[in-house]
Structures are given as C-alpha cells and as structure tokens.
C-alpha cells in the first residue's frame, strides 16, 4: 500500500462525501479525509499511476474499485527530488496555505509529488509524536524539533535527511520477522550515508490491582503521587480485572486518558504472583520505554521525569537492594532457591525488593521477564502457594541473579522506605517511599504522606 506525500509534506487526500482531492497534514489524516491509494502494480513500467480513493469505517478497510484518477508519471521540473502527475495536458498541485489540490498548466515545486509506503507514512506519524534520545551523544530530541519541512526533508533537531530516501525500510519499521511491532528504535540516515539511531522515550509506569476496596484506594493515592508530586508526563497501565470504567469511577481526579488496562484474570497464586510480569504481553507495550514498575504501597514524593530520562540510558534491570539481606540466607531474597541450586555461588550478593523497578527496553529484556513467569509457575507447581512467603521475590531475585545480572546503585540511593513507622533514608526527598513496614495502617499512612509532601512542595520558594 502506497500514497502521495506533496511538496508540503502533507498526504494527498480522498473526501468520499465531496469526491474531492485535498492534502492533510499527517497529524490530521482522519476517517473523513482518507489518504488516496496508489496503484502498486506497474504503474512506473507503464508510465501510467492510478490513483484510488480508500473508503474505510473504523473497523474494516477496503479499497474502492471505482478509479478516482489516472495520471501520467512525468518528470516535471523537480526530476530529483519528486515525481509530477500530468493529465490533460496540465498537472496535479498542492495549493498552498491550505488543503486545496488543482490541475495546473506547468509544473514547479507545488505540482512535485513523492510516493511513500504505508509503513513508511506510520514511522512519519510516529516519529514526529514522540521523544526519542539519540544513541552516539546521549541527547534527547523532543518531539517539537521533528517536523516535516517543504522540499521533501524531515527536520530531526539541526539535521535534516530527504523523504523518503533518509527514512528507516520498511524491514527496520513496522513488523518484524515474528509479528511484534517495532518501535523502540529508528535509525535513519543524514547525508545520505550518515547513520543515527534513536531511541524511542516514552515512558510507562504499570502497576497491578485486584481486591477489596482499600487496594483501589492505595493505587488512587499512588497514583496521585504519580501525576501530583511527580508531574509525571506519561501513560499508565493498570493490570487487573476492572474495566477502564470501573477504574474512573475509583480514580477521580486523575486523568484517565492517560490511564490503560491490561484485563488479566486472577484465580490463582501464579496469576496473583506473576502478574506484573505480564505487562510486555499488552498489546501496545512495545509502543512505549522506559518502564517503571510501583507496589501501591509506594508513592513518588518529587518531579520523576528526570528520573526517566536516567532510566533510557541505562541498559540493565535495576531493583533497590536490602543491603541487610544476603540471597542465600535471606528467605525473602529466595534463599530456599539458591540453597538448593548448586550450580549459583551467591553469598556475597544482597537481596533486593521487587516492589519498585526499572526496565529501560523490552528488546533486551522481554526474555528474562517471560522466564520469571515459568520459574514462578513450575516452582508453584512443585511446592504449592504456602512456598512463597514473599509473593514473586524469592523467584524474580534467582531467576536475575543467574540468568540476568542487574544494577543495584541505580535505584537504590533513589528510595526511601518505611519500618515499624519510622522512615528510613533521611528526609528530604530522594524519588520514591516505599511504605511496606506499615501494616494495617498503610493507607493512612500514605494519605498523610502525600498531603504532607504536597503542601511542603506548594510552601516552598520557587
């Protein structure tokens, strides 16, 4: 599937209301102006391009059998840089200042066309809507500095690299070998030959709710710390068993289009224990990195983005460590595991908690978290529910330990934590509290917390 980009950088258009031809920018395509079909098959060997209107609902896409236009595949005045459509003896132009198209005696830049492939057209739409951090300097590109320039010519930053030719193929873009789609990286070329990859920067926070009332009473409180005291900027993911309906009428006052559900039944230890081991499995995961994984008992208590932006260039797992423990006599780090492991040397190693983590990129990682499931599964299995006094963190600290090194220094210094009421790791704010040492009084506790932090925040000078 192929269509039109004009001079401007705008898709040429097909109203099936009017019967007109118009150009749209890409962020403005919709179901009323559907981008016009180009004739793949030998259209540059018979000189002859057809172009077809695409008639669409939201849930099936057809391609209409009526031809809207047959043009003849002239050189024009641009032979370098776009192709020109010639009918009766005059060309097809994107008009200016507008979405108007028209049929004009000669042709210069505005009668000069380019055809782009669907996934190339997706990467465009993509691509300019998102963060991304540039690999060889560490820099970050915001999506306000890629936009698409007249002439054919993407703007990234300072560079600019020629449409499509610069763009990633549609190998590289789109969906893999195994039907995963990709997008965690673009690599595009400058000058021609000059090769930069970007790294997609769009962070994800998941966290996981079944149960009575008080739960979805902790993860509204957590959740605020989230968007209040961390002005956070990106989505969420709630796993669970509530719909997102359900979900609003318990979160109020947040904001719920940033808010997803990955649905996941729990009837079991397994589906309790490993369910946020899960959120890769969502269907819009790959669309979306860093991540970072909260317990509702934890809440934010300072401006997390720059905290993300330290998470993108970073390349390991990372968990806070209980620097108290030892993995191998330390149940709750998995010393039942190890023990009886004899293959895993272990005794220097803290244990960790995994109850807030990172994960930079599912492309390297996607692996180690589908085997945290089985080794939670299969041990289950084996020894019963009773095993695990400590729910998924005696096996997520083995299966790491031994299949997946992680960063301890990374998160650690960032958290602060809560035992017998007392906080420990100072006061002033670090990133994140974890409150696991509070028992029934838990959501008072970070109700007061939050207000606390809050008001500390709203008094002090800017």
């Known amino acids: 599937m192929k269509h039109l980009m004009t001079w401007f950088g705008t898709i040429v258009c097909h109203n099936p209301r009017t019967g007109q031809l118009l150009h749209r920018p890409i962020k403005e395509l919709c179901d009323d102006d559907l981008p016009v079909l180009v004739e793949d098959s030998d259209a540059f060997d018979t000189g002859l391009l057809v172009l077809r209107p695409a008639r669409q609902c939201r849930a099936v896409r057809t391609t209409a059998s009526d031809e809207h236009g047959s043009f003849v595949y002239a050189s024009g005045a641009h032979p370098k840089v776009g192709l020109s459509l010639k009918r009766d003896d005059k060309f097809l132009s994107a008009r200016p200042g507008g979405s108007t198209m028209a049929m004009m005696p000669a042709a210069k830049a505005w009668e000069a066309f380019v055809v782009i492939s669907k996934a190339e057209l997706d990467f465009l739409d993509f691509f300019q809507g998102n963060d991304w951090w540039r690999r060889s300097d560490n820099t970050f590109l915001r999506a306000h500095e890629i936009a698409l320039l007249p002439g054919f010519k993407l703007k990234v930053g300072s560079d600019e690299l020629p449409v499509p030719r610069g763009l990633p193929s549609a190998r590289e873009w789109g969906r893999g070998p195994d039907g995963d789609i990709r997008r965690s990286e673009a690599v595009l070329f400058f000058d021609g030959w000059r090769i930069e990859a970007f790294q997609l920067f769009r962070p994800l926070v998941f966290v ?22 961390g002005r956070y900027e990106g989505d969420v993911l709630v796993i669970g068993d509530k719909s997102h309906r359900e979900l609003s009428a318990l979160l109020p006052r947040l904001p719920m289009d940033r808010i997803h559900v990955q649905n996941l039944r729990a009837v079991s230890s397994f589906d309790y224990y490993s369910a946020r081991y899960y959120f890769s499995d969502w269907e819009s995961a790959h669309l979306y990195q860093p991540f970072l994984y909260m317990d509702l008992d934890a809440a934010v208590d300072c401006p997390v983005m720059p905290f993300f932006e330290a998470v993108a260039f970073h390349d390991k797992l990372s968990f806070q460590a209980e620097t108290w423990t030892r993995l191998d006599t330390h149940i709750p780090a998995g010393s ?15 244990g960790f908690n995994s109850g807030i983590f990172t994960v930079p990129s599912l492309t390297p990682h996607e692996g180690t978290l589908r085997k945290i499931r089985e080794a939670i599964r299969r041990y289950l299995e084996q020894h019963g529910p009773k095993s695990l006094s400590h729910f998924d963190q005696p096996i997520v600290n083995y299966v790491t330990v031994k299949l997946a090194p992680i960063d301890y220094a990374f998160l650690t210094p960032r958290v602060r934590y809560t035992q017998n009421a007392v906080m420990v790791g100072g006061d002033e704010p670090l990133g994140f509290v974890h409150f696991w040492g509070n028992g029934p009084e838990l959501t008072d506790v970070m109700a007061r917390f939050i207000e606390e932090t809050a008001r500390k925040a709203a008094d002090a000078p800017a």
């Open 336 to 350: 039942a595991l190890v023990r009886n492991d004899p293959g895993l040397e272990a005794h220097d190693l803290p």
């Open 208 to 229: 996981v709710a079944y149960g009575p009332d008080e739960i979805f009473e902790r993860l509204h409180l957590c959740l605020r710390s989230l968007f209040e005291l």
